[in-house]
């Protein structure tokens, strides 16, 4: 009975740790820009990267943090879907909410 729970709790946290999460980065040299992309691996961050390096015209070093949304209503702040365009307000997750026109 203990080892059917210890494997029950085992699968379980193996198929919630596979599941992917949209994040929202940050970038240490490219203050207020942020990239919100579809989920959180390494290739994804590294497509962060690269839309910001896209947007900013420089390299935008390291990710300096990530959140789950990103809002233009903070002072200075850009936000962009993974495809490159400027979004109002990105998340929970990556979900998109509004275009900027």
């Given amino acids: 009975m203990r080892k059917n729970l210890i494997a029950a709790i085992l699968a379980a946290g193996m198929l919630l740790g596979g599941v992917a999460r949209a994040r929202c980065y940050y970038f240490s040299n490219a203050t207020g820009i942020c990239v919100c992309t579809e989920g959180d691996t390494w290739q994804d ?52 909410k509004q275009q900027v026109q």
């Fill in 45 to 96: 961050r590294q497509h962060a990267r690269s839309v910001c390096r896209k947007i900013h015209k420089t390299h935008c070093g390291a990710i300096a943090k990530s959140t789950a949304t990103c809002s233009t209503s903070l002072p200075k702040r850009q936000c962009y879907d993974q495809q490159g365009k400027a979004r109002e307000k990105l998340g929970p997750y990556g979900q998109k």
